[in-house]
């Protein structure tokens, strides 16, 4: 593989500043490793503690229906050991400064937030566990992050509860490596990079996104990335209604439910259609007698074998319905308790063209996928337009995991373009 400095030019030369990408998701890894692989030094930094991005919070992945977390680990995996990709877990990009007058590139302003035991250090002994539960608060140190910040490529790694912890400082004092602290300030620096790649996905929005679908309003009215983690096999896949525990005997998913909507995200997520059929699927797989229905404005299952996939799930017995809730009613709070009380779903059925309302054990609220900021994208220089070729994935636009990979990819061969062109054509 050829460096990036050429062997054949006998001028020493200042090491190349690194190409930084911001996301550590499959997009950010797809443009960190294409990079690296064409001997561009990179700077991965991911905000979380862990390479993946939303894939690592996924169950199965449509189309194929295989695990999720497998070939994101292979590829987290040949980020770590690449020689030319530096990787910075629990460090964000905050903005981008101007570079000094004249040079290309820009300044990264980056923050890092080590948590309270530092995965850098911790040697897995158990010590600090020990230590808590003997002088601590029962439960304040667990034994895996529960926001899951922490990389599953790694050693099991312990974290604090601080709203159970104490503060005794017992964990700090038993640990070996001196891996704990109760305190850490954020450190930011500054650092000069060639160029940028933004891979920051996406988010689903904090709060009631359209108040009519009654999110955040009652335990069985849940969003996708919600239901995805309550019907995982990597959590027992045994699918419960979350206000009382009972096996639920109906399920529906309504899509656009506050997307392609003027008042909230007035576009399609893209990707919505098909997690709903891969969840609805599986749920069917796991509980063969669940009744399941899918609310949609108009079917989006557009990639390869797509359209066969959502033929396959209505061949299994899910009712595909083409209407949009216009209100979602969770159960009066002194019914909420009884048994069988239901989430009830108002729709028109285009059949009869009759207002209906339906009842349903779980029903979970699709589309409310936004893209997340692209810190300082305007700063860039040179100004080849803000983001031109400088984002992939979802944050660039709606993108499932096949595209945000290709995506990735592209804005790889863009930058080292852009590099190439920058040393006069020299690669
Ligand atoms: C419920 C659900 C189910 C899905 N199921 C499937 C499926 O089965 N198959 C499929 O193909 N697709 C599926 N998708 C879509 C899939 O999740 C996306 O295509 C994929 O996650 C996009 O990858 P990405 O790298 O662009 O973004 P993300 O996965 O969102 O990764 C972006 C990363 O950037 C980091 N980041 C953000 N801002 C900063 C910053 N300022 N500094 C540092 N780091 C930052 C984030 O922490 C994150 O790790 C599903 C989506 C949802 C919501």
């Not at 108009?298 to 959502?310: F, M, N, Q, S, T």
């Amino acid at each position: 593989m050829r460096a990036f400095t050429s062997d054949s030019d006998p001028a020493p030369r200042t090491p190349a500043l690194p190409v930084l990408v911001v996301g550590g998701g499959v997009a950010g890894l797809a443009a960190a490793l294409d990079l690296g692989r064409l001997g561009v030094p990179v700077l991965l930094v991911e905000r979380d503690g862990f390479l993946g991005g939303q894939v690592m919070r996924l169950d199965k992945l449509y189309p194929t229906d295989h695990c999720g977390f497998c070939p994101v680990w292979t590829e987290s995996a040949a980020a770590l050991a690449h020689p030319l990709v530096a990787v910075r877990r629990h460090t964000r990009l905050l903005d981008l400064e101007p570079p000094a007058t004249g040079e290309e590139g820009a300044v990264a302003v980056l923050e890092t937030r080590v948590p309270a035991v530092d995965p850098a250090l911790c040697v897995a002994c158990g010590l600090c566990r020990e230590a808590c539960a003997a002088r601590g608060v029962a439960g304040a140190m667990q034994d895996r992050p529960v926001d899951r910040t922490w990389d599953p490529a790694g050693p099991p790694c312990p974290s604090i509860d601080f709203s159970l912890c104490n503060r005794c400082g017992a964990c700090v004092a038993a640990c070996p490596v001196q891996a704990v602290a109760l305190e850490r300030a954020p450190a930011v620096e500054r650092t000069p990079v060639a160029d940028v790649v933004f891979a920051t996905g996406f988010a689903e929005p904090a709060g009631p996104l359209a108040p009519e679908f009654g999110r955040g309003s009652h335990p069985d009215i849940l969003t996708a990335l919600e239901f995805e983690a309550l019907s995982a096999e990597a959590n027992g896949g045994e699918l419960r209604r979350r206000s009382n525990g009972a096996t639920p005997r109906s399920l529906a998913f309504i899509q656009c439910a506050g997307a392609r909507d003027a008042r909230y995200l007035p576009y399609c997520a893209g990707v919505c259609c098909m997690h709903a059929l891969k969840q609805a699927r599986w749920a069917r797989r796991r509980m063969p007698g669940l009744a399941c229905a899918v609310f949609f404005t108009d079917l989006r299952a557009v990639g390869k074998g797509y359209e066969a996939y959502a033929r396959a799930a209505a061949d299994e017995g899910i009712l595909l319905l083409r209407s949009r809730p216009g209100l979602v009613l969770a159960p009066e709070p002194a019914a909420a308790d009884a048994p069988g009380a239901a989430v009830a779903v108002r729709y028109e059925d285009f059949a009869t063209g009759r207002a209906v309302t339906a009842e349903f054990d779980l029903v979970v609220l699709n589309g409310g996928l936004a893209a997340c900021p692209l810190p300082g994208a305007e700063r860039i220089r040179p100004k080849e337009g803000p983001v031109a070729g400088r984002s992939c994935g979802f944050c660039a636009e709606p993108a499932d995991v096949a595209q945000s990979v290709v995506q990735g990819a592209r804005a790889a061969a863009l930058v080292a373009q852009r590099l190439v062109r920058r040393a006069g054509g020299r690669p």
